[in-house]
């Protein structure tokens, strides 16, 4: 059984920084393609923030240029996302997801990915 636990959220000032964690489990991870998602306060839809796909292909969001990275060990199974210079607007419960499906699309969709962690908040205060 596939399972992600996301952790490393919590409450920061703007400008602040934090590193989130994905741990994943059941699976063999360099099989998948992998991704972080995030779903704003009152926000129906998550948004697209980084995948990493087939032969290491990788996608990011123009709001995360300059302020966010993306890192894997796959032999920990576990991927990271630093956040650097937050923002309140950046205030979102996080999300890690794979999938073992091809990422054929920009923006990747959440529909592209199968199994998803339960999330991490982050709060960031003004």
């Known amino acids: 059984e596939v399972q992600l636990q996301a952790s490393g959220g919590g409450l920061v000032q703007t400008g602040g920084s934090l590193r989130l964690s994905c741990e994943a489990s059941g699976f063999t991870f360099d099989d998948y393609n992998i991704g972080w998602f995030r779903q704003a306060p009152g926000k129906e839809r998550e948004e697209f923030l980084f995948a990493k796909g087939t032969y290491n292909a990788t996608w990011h969001a123009d709001v995360v240029e300059g302020r966010f990275t993306f890192s894997t060990d796959n032999a920990k199974k576990t991927m990271w996302l630093q956040l650097n210079s937050l923002e309140p607007e950046d205030t979102a419960v996080y999300y890690c997801?794979?999938?073992?499906?091809?990422?054929?699309?920009?923006?990747?969709?959440?529909?592209?990915?199968?199994?998803w962690g339960r999330g991490t908040l982050v709060t960031v205060s003004s």
């Open positions: 997801a794979v999938t073992t499906r091809p990422i054929t699309t920009y923006p990747p969709r959440v529909t592209d990915f199968d199994s």
